[in-house]
């Protein structure tokens, strides 16, 4: 029989490494987020267990810790609200692909950007990305709805580019 | 397929297609010829879905944290607990030094009251100081010089 842990905040592994790597673009600083955040949960202990919504407590986790990131090393000059972050060795070694798919994250605002991902990414549904952010499904549907405005117009302008 | 594939499209970018009409979606995009640009952004998307976390740590390491802290609060507790017993220890023993004073004090007492009392008792005697003197006095030897 599996514990609580196992069952309910190990699944979320790899959704939140994903997540964590999307705002920080290091694997190795997602992978040390990832790590901390789990520690973070263990030592929660039968608190989590108590909580309705574990898996949004595991994204505010997962936030604040990368937040604490940029601030301790500076290289944003704002957050949530900001676009712009430094390039990392990783950004390099990325794929055309997932290359262009940053590049278009960047130029949404956080909650589009979470909805945007956990839509197309992680291929929730508005309830569960719902539960996730903590903010209602209309609110999902709304800041997908914004996101995928902003897509069509990037591609048009990539397509106009080319 | 190309009624189909801008029908999902329509209802993608208004956000009101549900994951399988996605599915759909993004599968007609890859099969067509067209669509260059979307074709790469879901190409992204579906590596981005690729990525995944390296190994964590083990819990227990961080039970083993828990069970230090642990001990450093029964430490600490048994250390507070012998502090206490040495104070206490401390305290009774001044306290006894205290009521043997007080004994001594008490057993002086009552010698000089005993002692005050059997003077009090010779005082009938004293007067035997002067018979002596009488006797002088009535010796025809005896002479003051």
New interface residues.
Partial sequence: MKTF?EAKIWPF??Q???MV?LWVKD?DV??DI??TV??RA??QGSSLQKMDNPAGWLMKCAKNESLQHFRSSKKLVEFPEAEIAAQTSDEKNL???????FR?MERLPEKQREAFHLR????L?YEEIADYLEISMEQV?VN??RA??T??EY?MA??DG? | MEDRLNYLLER????ESS?EEEKELKELIRQSEDW???K??F???Q???Q????P??E?PN??SK?ISFLWLKIAALFLIFLVSISVSYRYFEKRAEEKAYEQVLAAFELIQENFQKAKENLEPFEDLRYLQSSFKLLDPTHTDD
Wanted: aromatic residues 14%; positive net charge; hydrophobic residues 40%.
């Fill in positions: 842990f592994k790899n939140l490494y994903r790597y694997r997602a992978q990832l790590q789990f520690e263990w030592m794929s055309e692909e997932v290359g262009i798919v278009f197309e990414v992680e291929g549904t549907k997908l709805h995928r405005k897509l069509k591609l990539r397509q080319r | 993608y970018w208004n956000a994951l260059t640009e979307q790469i952004l190409e992204g998307l590596e981005l879905k990525f995944e976390a390296g964590i740590q819990m961080v039970a828990r």
